[in-house]
């Protein structure tokens, strides 16, 4: 293991995990909360079984994790936790149908039980292990100080589109302050800005939440004034105080890429093969949605093979050999990258390596195994570099550049077009006219009532929901784009009931307490966050 003191560099990894807030109480069984349950079962409790399995063996690693309040709403709902377990007790109840349909078919039955046992170990973990609040399990680690606990901004409102109403975007990063310290008693440190999008002047509004550092893509640093003496091998503060750590190219390549990156791999699992939709649908009709609407079920048989329809049947054993290849070569790019940046910089780089959490286990089944190796290797060979977190970097580096970011997102063509162009532009109208009627209700709407008080802390909630940048997203890509329009409608309509009852002073309360049950998001709600004078 290297010694502090003794490396010549130092790599964060970063795990952006985020979902929108998807619950819906009014209906006994809801599609799109399969968002969820599947992102539970296939990325966040395989990760902190890593963890789990890593502090086990007495491993020392560092990892950081943002996880968006909206995520973390999720986790702790005990009307989600209740469906979750439901949705992992039909799964433990389909591969054990599996076990016995695929009996003497060699490598199916086979696949069958693993997953069979994988489902099991889920629930386990879930129910027994974490009390079924996985923010608790996640703050255990924090706790540890292994892993770095980040937060985003409340709903993942995309805040560069919000800077004409700068109260939204306080309120956007001080309520999810809020809601991070309940989750994990302990205000955050860092921020993912969300899609990492930044625009000169947000970090004031960090400075006022005392987060203390924030990620940027590449240019955002590169494009900034004056230019950044190490590129983006070091975070630059801020003139308003908080740090800025860019994003590395290379290291996201070797994971992202289409075309060059780990998971594309041939003897990896192809995500798009599920039984869901590959056997009979009289047999899998109990496995998926009551309406009779095929889905991902998180059983597939088959590896990706190659650029072809054709599939071959999914082998465990050489996707995690190749999995433990990727991780040594990672791990060898990094040591590289390392020791050529010392040399040319004069200085021990920082890496920032960011990654969407979901990629790890979700879209790429093998990453938390890719994980794991790589930490592993880590803490036992001998190595040019430390794994590091944020924190932990600023707390050893406290001298770094003065400069002012330029503005920048992760998105196409790197600035804001994904979520403001043809398919979704007509959102921000409405929005921008609910900001300045919340804006109003902070400032000389409250105390008036109890249920006056009511009416507008359900205001504030409404406008958060509607200002994720999910929907925007999603709208752009097609995916879901129905539901992504009705939730936009949806609060902003309900958003516009509330202002109209407080203007008259006339609450209608069966109406707000049928709000409050759906959209119950962050209990202790501040809307004090959006008053601007």
Avoid at 69 to 86: C, E, I, K, N, W
Avoid at 138 to 151: L, P
Avoid at 232 to 259: C, H, I, L, M, N
């Amino acid at each position: 293991m290297i010694r502090p003191g003794e490396e010549k560099g130092y790599v964060v990894l970063l795990l952006h995990a985020h979902l929108p807030f998807v619950r819906h109480p009014e209906y006994e069984d809801f599609l799109e909360e399969n968002w969820f349950f599947e992102a539970v079962t296939e990325t966040y409790i395989p990760l902190l079984d890593v963890f789990e399995g890593l502090c086990a063996d007495g491993v020392d690693f560092r990892i950081t994790v943002s996880i968006s309040p909206t995520l973390a709403s999720m986790f702790v709902d005990p009307l989600l936790q209740d469906r979750y377990l439901r949705h992992v007790n039909r799964l433990i109840d389909l591969t054990g149908r599996e076990i016995e349909r695929t009996r003497g078919h060699g490598e199916f039955h086979d696949l069958a039980w693993m997953y069979h046992l994988r489902f099991q170990r889920a629930r386990y973990l879930f129910e027994e292990r974490y009390g079924r609040n996985l923010c608790a399990a996640f703050k255990k680690f924090q706790d540890m100080g292994v892993v770095e606990v980040m937060t985003c901004a409340a709903t993942h409102g995309f805040l560069p589109l919000m800077e004409d109403h700068p109260w939204a975007v306080r309120a956007q990063i001080l309520t999810a302050r809020d809601f991070h310290t309940r989750c994990f008693g302990r205000p955050p440190r860092g921020i993912w800005l969300p899609e990492c999008a930044y625009f000169p002047g947000v970090e004031r509004f960090l400075q006022e939440a005392e987060i203390r550092f924030f990620v940027v893509d590449t240019h955002g640093l590169l494009y900034g004034e004056p230019r950044p003496r190490l590129g983006v091998y070091a975070p630059v503060y801020t003139p308003a105080g908080p740090a800025a750590f860019g994003r590395d190219t290379e290291s996201s390549k070797q994971v992202w890429s289409a075309e060059e990156g780990y998971p594309g791999d041939y003897e990896y699992r192809e995500f798009y093969r599920d039984v869901g939709f590959d056997l009979d649908f009289d047999y899998i009709k109990p496995f998926i949605h009551p309406d009779g609407i095929r889905n991902f079920t998180g059983v597939k048989y088959y590896r990706i093979t190659g650029k072809t329809k054709h599939k071959e049947p999914y082998r465990r054993t050489a996707a995690l050999e190749k999995a433990a290849v990727h991780a040594g070569n990672f791990m060898f790019n990094r040591e590289k990258q390392v020791e050529h940046l010392g040399g040319v910089l004069g200085r021990k780089p920082v890496i920032l390596a960011p990654y969407d959490a979901e990629l790890f286990g979700h879209w790429w089944f093998e990453g938390p195994d890719w994980l794991n190796y790589l930490l592993r290797k880590a803490a036992y060979d001998q190595g040019a570099f430390m794994f590091t977190t944020p924190s932990e970097y600023l707390g050893r580096h406290p001298t770094q550049q003065v400069q002012q970011p330029a503005a920048s997102s992760w998105g196409n063509k790197g600035y804001y077009e994904v979520w403001v162009e043809g398919s979704n532009s007509w959102i921000y109208p409405h929005l921008h006219i609910a900001e300045l009627r919340m804006r109003e209700l902070a400032n000389e709407h409250q105390g008036r009532s109890p249920l006056i008080d009511r009416a507008v802390r359900q205001c504030t909630r409404e406008l958060l929901l509607a200002q994720s940048s999910d929907w925007a997203f999603i709208m752009k890509t097609g995916t879901a784009v129905n539901y992504a329009v009705k939730r936009v409608k949806d609060h902003v309509l309900r958003f516009t009931r509330l202002y109209e009852d407080v203007k008259r002073g006339d609450v209608n309360e069966q109406r707000l307490s049928d709000f409050e049950a759906r959209d119950n998001i962050f209990p202790d709600i501040s809307p004090a966050h959006f008053a601007w004078r």
